[in-house]
């Protein structure tokens, strides 16, 4: 049966701030502005959201040097990372040991990359690396509007949100929070599994009346070092296919290539790391001006 926007006014418990229907909805308990809350205060001109339907498709290596290309084009960036599960930005940006701090007790300072980057994470406020987060919905909420609202930020010409994956409470939350959304970006690897996942976020983004800004391919065949020949170890093409299927933009491919673990390993960026003559590196630059272009005509 297909899914619509539409709730099931039988079924439905009146929860608007938690339904991804709200926007849409015209019961009489979806009061004030559309049963959503307020929109965090936040100088921006356009969020990014990255997210994917599953893990393991190397979201947050390309939400990291997505930012890291912004900033070095001169945009002021921030990059907010949302997996609070599992929050590896730090590590892939080199600031593992770096703490957030707060002048008066009230707002807190971001991590500062380069004179253009700026990073919020859960991973500045554990006393240990491997301490876990085990936390509820309503408490991810609290934070999340926290790393908008309190955070000194300045103005931004991007946010770059790096999501969990999934659809779930983290995704749901910074939609309604945050204000001027771009888009979002859907990274997936080229095999079925991983594609099928993506679609599902697709349908997500959309739901929420929100644009999908592409589809990125990520892993997307590989060059072999000794012999050049490229082998499709987890397929090729399937990002793309999905993309067309869905009607959306297709941002590119990004060849699955060692010397990307080993730049996430040394917290170094692949995009500063290698050299631009690198595929790797053209594809990932490819896909910025492509995004770019996509937000700002």
């Known amino acids: 049966?297909?899914?619509?926007?539409?709730?099931?006014?039988?079924?439905?418990?009146?929860?608007?701030?938690?339904?991804?229907?709200?926007?849409?909805?015209?019961?009489?308990?979806?009061?004030?502005?559309?049963?959503?809350p307020p929109k965090a205060k936040i100088s921006v001109k356009h969020v990014v959201l990255v997210l994917s339907g599953k893990g393991g498709v190397g979201k947050s290596t390309v939400a990291a040097n997505l930012a890291y290309a912004l900033a070095n084009r001169g945009y002021a960036t921030g990059l907010v990372d949302l997996d609070i599960h599992g929050p590896d930005i730090p590590k892939m940006l080199g600031a593992e040991d770096a703490r957030l701090q707060s002048y008066d007790g009230k707002v807190i300072e971001p991590v500062r990359i380069t004179g253009n980057l700026a990073i919020v994470s859960m991973a500045f406020l554990l006393p240990e690396r491997n301490t876990p987060v085990i936390w509820r919905g309503p408490m991810k909420m609290t934070v999340i509007k926290q790393f908008l609202e309190d955070v000194n930020w300045g103005d931004l010409d991007y946010l770059i949100v790096d999501l969990p994956p999934g659809t779930g409470d983290?995704?749901?939350?910074?939609?309604?929070?945050?204000?001027?959304?771009?888009?979002?970006?859907?990274?997936?690897?080229?095999?079925?599994?991983?594609?099928?996942?993506?679609?599902?976020?697709?349908?997500?983004?959309?739901?929420?009346?929100?644009?999908?800004?592409?589809?990125?391919?990520?892993?997307?065949?590989?060059?072999?070092?000794?012999?050049?020949?490229?082998?499709?170890?987890?397929g090729k093409g399937g990002g793309e296919k999905e993309a067309k299927q869905l009607g959306v933009p297709f941002l590119g491919a990004i060849p699955l290539d060692p010397e990307m673990r080993k730049a996430a390993d040394?917290?170094?960026?692949?995009?500063?790391?290698q050299s631009k003559e690198s595929p790797t590196w053209k594809s990932f630059d490819a896909i910025m001006n492509a995004l770019v272009e996509q937000i700002e005509g």
């Open 170 to 234: 983290e995704a749901l939350t910074i939609a309604q929070l945050a204000p001027n959304i771009a888009g979002a970006v859907i990274v997936t690897t080229p095999q079925d599994v991983a594609v099928l996942d993506s679609s599902k976020a697709a349908e997500f983004i959309k739901k929420l009346e929100l644009r999908v800004l592409g589809i990125v391919e990520n892993m997307s065949g590989f060059v072999c070092p000794h012999c050049n020949e490229e082998i499709d170890i987890f």
């Open 266 to 273: 040394e917290g170094r960026p692949f995009i500063i790391r």
């Open 1 to 36: 049966m297909a899914q619509t926007n539409e709730p099931n006014k039988e079924t439905c418990a009146g929860n608007c701030a938690g339904c991804p229907s709200a926007t849409g909805c015209s019961d009489p308990r979806n009061a004030g502005e559309k049963g959503l």
